[in-house]
Each structure stands twice: as C-alpha cells, then as structure tokens.
C-alpha cells in the first residue's frame, strides 16, 4: 500500500469514528434492554445477564446501565468507548477480562477491530460494597496428582466484594477438578466450547457440553468435575456469598461471607 493510500485510510478511519462519536453523544440515551445489542439470556432475583454482540464497524446505541455489572470479554477485542459528554476512549480487551462498573453509566460501543466483540454484561442487582480486583495471592490451591503441573487444573481469583467473587477455572484435556463446594448460587461463563462430566454427590456423571459465551445459572452443589475433550475448558465463575435481602437469608456481609471452593 502506498503512503498516500495508506493515509487516506487512516484518515477515513478517524472520520468514521468522529461522526460515529458525533451520533452517539447527539442521540437520546437508551435503557438497556432497548439497545439491539444486548440480548437478555437470564434474569433472576440476583442478576440480569445480557449477551452483548457487536461486528467489526458497528456500533451500539448510547444506552443506560442501572445497576452495577460485571463484564466478561468472550474473545479478544478493540473498541472505542464513548461515554455520554466524554471524548471516545480506545479499550483492548483480552478473552476472560472481568471489568466492573458502577451503576449510572451512560456510553456507546465501537467495535474497531476486526473480529465480532462478545461479552457476557452480569447486572448485580443488589448493591455491590468493597469490589476489588485481585493482585496478588490471586492463585487458589486445587489438589492435582499429576506429576505433569501443566495438566493440573488451576483456579485464579479475579475480582471480588462483601458479595460476590469472581474466578477463573482453567482444566486442560483429561484434567480432574476435585470434589470442592460451592457454597451459594454461581454463575459460568465458558471461554471456549469444552465437554466436560460432572458428578454432583452421590449422584451419577452427567455429561456438559458448554459453548464459549453461554451463561448458566447453578444452585449450590459438592461436585467434581473432568475435562473429559480434547479442548481446554476456560470458565469464569462468578459465586455469590448469600441470597439478596428480604429472601430469609444469611447476611450478605463479609464476616458472615462462606469462603467458596472448600476442598474434601
């Protein structure tokens, strides 16, 4: 490409992106559940998750988020992020990213890569205290027999608050996930298409076949789990630490906070 050619598109880039821009922040913000993109998958008394798809050049509407929520990067992506009254904003997202951000943001999305950019978008709707993400110490035990630490499953704490946690599980082809606890309601979000069998306490192996990007909603469970593809299996978990208040349940704060993930 010649240096005329290749400045004229990048030129055209920028007023692409600049009348982009130009009509998100003249356009009347949308609620969420109105904005083309996001697709409502689940919606209970903790959480409503949508499954957000934008291809390479769109564009969402400028929409509204009233609640806290959590992000989960399905893929790798660019974007342009524009919040209301704000200049757009360049974002790289790697896959498995979790962002957080706090109710009342008001912004659209340019897709500015070459791939589809997916995201799973969890609404907290309960309020959300002390949320952090994890920087060091991040790495939980999981018991492993292999001499082979490559084929180990691991599990990494990602983000967390007096409410919830986040982790990533990673459990290469033939790995075992001991029998651990999860002791209230979660969340997954594969990485990537996986099979895996699960065998719940004293109950038979079901078999899972997960597709990267497809949210499922668990109840508390003693379970084991193996990798049973030929694909490692990537999934974020997000694992409550109590019921909402009102549902005469245990408190939500974290003295009273059950520690996920116990081994037996």
């Known amino acids: 490409m010649s240096l005329v050619m290749r400045s004229l ?11 982009t821009a130009w009509t998100q922040q003249a356009q009347a913000p949308v609620e969420i559940t ?3 993109s996001h697709h409502k998958v689940l919606d209970n008394l903790f959480v409503r998750v949508f499954a957000v798809s934008v291809d390479p050049g769109k564009s969402t509407l400028m929409h509204r988020h009233g609640h806290d929520y ?6 790798d992506a660019q974007i342009m992020n524009v919040r209301e009254g704000a200049q757009p904003v360049p974002v790289t997202f790697k896959d498995g990213d979790v962002r957080f951000s706090p109710a009342g943001l008001v912004h659209a999305v340019t897709n500015t890569g070459s791939k589809p950019f997916h995201n799973a978008t969890i609404e907290l709707l309960a309020p959300t205290t002390n949320q952090k993400s994890c920087t060091e110490s991040c790495a939980i035990p999981v018991p492993c027999d292999s001499a082979d630490k490559a084929a180990c499953v691991s599990v990494v704490k990602v983000f967390s608050s007096d409410q919830w946690s986040v982790t990533l599980a990673t459990l290469p082809p033939g790995a075992k996930y001991a029998q651990h606890t999860h002791l209230a309601h979660f969340l997954n979000v594969p990485l990537a298409d996986a099979e895996v069998t699960m065998r719940n ?3 038979p192996e079901t078999v899972v076949h997960s597709k990267a990007g497809e949210v499922t909603w668990n109840n508390p469970v003693v ?17 409550f630490r109590g019921r909402p208040a009102g549902e005469g349940s245990e408190s939500l704060g974290p003295k009273d906070a059950p520690k996920p993930h116990d081994y037996h």
């Open 9 to 19: 598109s990048i030129f055209t880039l920028f007023v692409i992106l600049a009348l």
């Open 223 to 239: 379970h084991t789990v193996t990798n049973t593809g030929k694909t490692t299996a990537r999934v974020v978990v997000l694992e």
């Open 34 to 36: 109105s904005e083309p």
């Open 201 to 203: 306490q004293d109950q």
């Open 70 to 75: 959590l992000s989960v990067s399905v893929g």
